[in-house]
């Protein structure tokens, strides 16, 4: 799963994006939590933001600098929406989740102060520099927004790593024409189809129900309803002829 | 650009919410909000934590039901973490993104109330239900949480995209609407449906035809269907008693 993967907010000032963020992570099954020097904690807004997600916050580690956050960490990937000077190494968030899943030891996504974001001295302890794609014109996000598009990136690579579920199981071909059949029989009969000049009826409308996928149990209401129209169509009486 | 995708939140109870929320959308390029009867609107909150997006907060539509939000909608799509009884047509946060912008008209992404979701009833309205991949043992995102995850696949579904295929044209939701109703009325005159026993028939119907994001000409032709049933209905006597 996603134990290996820790989140350490650095220098957090407002109580509530520490709560939203323990409840981003859980929600992604990620529950390793790490504040350096958070401005107020424990307290009750983080609390209140984490909702469901109060265990997280309860087993978060509190450390004073980022190098003893990172104890233990191999892959570092600091996120930051800034544009630095210095081009370090850059991954978007996708890429990052991916390199994380792919790595055997502990892995460290830090996210810097909701003001300044992480120094280039913090920046230093990092192997990559993690963008999210956003818009050029107001690109820093929230810091718990953030946590959730990584922690979700994390969770869809994980996901995307083990067999798909199981797909539905759809009507048959023969099903389908069968209902094909009806529809037509039915169509003509209400005088709706002209089988001397068909034009492209029947087509649209395979292509529309085609395009449904439909199952089995939806071809037999289909049918059913077909099945009706035809009953009331019986005890009437012939159509009468038309006049224009 | 993501003009054509709308963003709409129904009930939401907390501000904050609806401020993290506009600076979810603008930090990725979206600018359309519509509210559907929030609780406090507007509030010093939602501007706080809206940041620098107050200008989407100020300039988001406030409508008393969800049917005025929908309007000129054609592709509807409603997120919901909740496990259904009907299993609707669903789609991941990141196939939304991608249906959503192949898209030629307005897209909707509706989210539910905070602590219920979206009702079955609202669920109705959308061509499809979008689940964003969690945790199973925790899988109910914060509302500005969840618009952050779905704004972010649009981007990248944005960024990535190639304007290789052409855009459809699908009917809107009021034509859809109004065939929905056509077929419910035909039905219940064929003695098809018992509006004393609907069951969930028009349910799986209307799952069936969203499904299929029926186009404007394919609305015509099973209009005209059904007018040519009532029609046929028109001239034959009453229904005989039912005899079993």
Redesign the interface.
């Known amino acids: 799963m996603l134990e290996h993967v820790r989140v350490i907010l650095v220098e957090p000032s407002h109580p ?1 994006n520490i709560g ?1 963020s323990a ?2 992570m ?4 990620l529950s390793s939590l790490v504040l350096v020097q958070p401005a107020q904690f424990p307290s009750a807004e983080a609390t209140a ?1 984490a ?3 109060d265990d997280v916050l309860m087993r978060a580690a509190i450390c004073t600098d980022l190098d003893t956050a990172l104890t233990g960490c191999g892959l570092v990937l600091g996120a930051s929406a800034r544009q630095r000077g210095v081009p370090w190494p850059r991954l978007d ?2 890429q990052a989740a991916a390199k994380a899943l792919a790595h055997a030891g502990t892995v460290a996504f830090v996210f810097g102060r909701e003001h300044s974001g992480l120094t280039n001295e913090e920046l230093d302890r990092c192997n990559y520099l993690v963008q ?4 050029p014109a ?5 810091m ?2 953030a946590v ?2 990584i922690a ?1 990136e994390l ?2 690579a994980l ?1 995307q790593s083990r067999p798909d579920t199981p797909a539905e199981v759809l009507a048959t071909a023969e099903q389908r024409a069968r209902f094909y059949e009806h529809l037509e029989q039915t ?1 003509i009969a ?3 189809l002209d089988p001397a000049h068909p034009k492209h ?1 029947m087509r ?2 395979r292509r ?2 085609n ?4 199952k089995e ?2 071809i037999n ?1 289909l049918r ?2 077909l099945k ?2 035809e009953l ?2 019986m ?3 012939p159509w ?1 002829e038309k006049t224009q």
Do not use: W
């Open positions: 509530g939203a409840r981003a859980k929600n992604m099954a933001r909702s469901g997600a968030a996708r999210i794609p956003a818009n107001y690109s820093s996000l929230n718990a927004a959730q598009v979700y969770f869809m996901k169509l209400l005088q709706f009826l649209r409308l529309l129900y395009r449904a996928a439909l149990n939806e209401i059913g309803i009706s129209v009331a169509l005890d009437r009486g009468p």
